[in-house]
């Protein structure tokens, strides 16, 4: 056991949750690669049993060419044993105006103002919507695909094969939020909020699917004691992706503190989204129908869940409702180490 301020590691827990991670987990990645995106994908590529087959990106954080520009550098970096196809994917949501993007949260180029080496690597020429289709279709139910942007490539997966919820093994979901306030107006959370019709098309479909939200992940938080840690206990291999996670969560920190009043620490948004996608117990979820809204001036991107005894709006879905915040950090913390 690792005992320091706000930090209580347990080997334990660590090998127990190798151990549960065994069964391997064949995932594509969908992600508009910022700050917390390059964490989830760093997560992804060293937790044991986990292949990540694709990775797909969109516009959100940044626009599209710079999410897979970043997510390329960000693989040079953490250099996986096998080179993983990386698509390009919408460049704006399905029936909006193009959006803002967030430089004030995750920086200029998306990863904080870091500067990556370039990568030798170009992207794949399908778009990212049909990457998933045909990855899906060659193995079908046998592929967890986790989100970490905009619901736009999903969408137009579907509309390219609109039986694709029967052939994914299950759809983890960073965004929208149930019982907290949003994160980019008083009701919306960023992801939910950047494309709300692909967010509805989506949650209707009947994808076997877990919304990880702000109810949870703002619950989960990294510091820079967690950081301090790393660099103290990582593995040699693993500490240019330290040296990285440092300098990127430096921008991140002052984000949360200036905009949040989150004191040296920001949540692991989708880095948990990832990770209760292999290990489901680290979130407690209920079941429940939700629809998006994509009318009001007010209220755009709001996850209306109907929690009435007899729901009766929208289609159902698993919601992430409470998390192990303690034992999600220590399982993050973990892989590097
Ligand atoms: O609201 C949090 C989400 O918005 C995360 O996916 C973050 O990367 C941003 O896209
Ligand atoms: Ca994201």
């Known amino acids: 056991m690792i005992h320091m301020p706000g930090i209580l590691l347990d080997r334990e827990e660590w090998e127990r949750y190798e151990k549960m991670n065994n069964e391997d987990t064949r995932m594509i990645i969908d992600c508009d690669t910022g700050i917390d995106d390059a964490l989830a994908i760093l997560y992804a590529l060293r937790a044991p049993g986990v292949s990540v087959e694709a990775i797909t990106t969109g516009f959100g954080n940044i626009d599209v060419q710079q999410a897979a520009e970043n997510t390329l550098r960000l693989l040079a970096l953490a250099r996986p044993e096998r080179e993983i196809p990386v698509a390009v994917g919408a460049s704006q949501a399905l029936v909006r105006e193009p959006g803002i993007y967030s430089p004030h949260v995750h920086g200029m180029n998306g990863i904080g103002g870091v500067l990556l080496p370039p990568s030798a690597q170009q992207p794949v020429s399908e778009s990212s919507a049909e990457l998933i289709v045909r ?12 989100t970490l942007g905009r619901l736009t490539n999903l969408a137009l997966a579907l509309e390219l094969d609109p039986a694709l919820p029967g052939k994914l093994k299950k759809v983890s979901v960073m965004g929208g939020t149930v019982y907290n306030p949003g994160n980019v107006t008083p009701v919306a959370e960023a992801n939910i909020w950047g494309d709300p019709e692909a967010a509805d098309r ?24 967690h950081i301090e840690l790393l660099k103290r206990l990582g593995k040699p291999d693993n500490l240019p992706v330290i040296k990285f996670m440092e300098q990127t969560l430096g921008h991140y920190f002052k984000f949360y503190r200036e905009a949040n009043y989150v004191l040296n620490g920001a949540p692991l948004h989708d880095p948990l989204a990832l990770m209760a996608a292999l290990q489901p117990d680290l979130v407690t979820t209920r079941r429940m129908k939700v629809r998006v809204e994509q009318k009001g001036e007010f209220t755009a991107g709001m996850v209306v869940a109907d929690l009435r005894p007899q729901p009766k709006v929208g289609e159902y879905i698993e919601v992430a409702v409470d998390v192990d915040a303690q034992r999600a950090v220590g399982a993050f913390l973990s892989v590097f180490m």
Do not use: R, Y
């Not at 990855?135 to 592929?143: D, H, S, V, Y």
């Not at 989506?202 to 004691?225: C, H, N, R, Y």
């Open 202 to 225: 989506v949650f209707s479909a009947g994808f076997p699917l877990l919304m990880v939200g702000l109810d949870v992940t703002l619950k989960t938080l990294i510091t820079e004691q």
């Open 135 to 146: 990855l899906a279709n060659e193995a079908p139910g046998e592929l967890v695909l986790v």
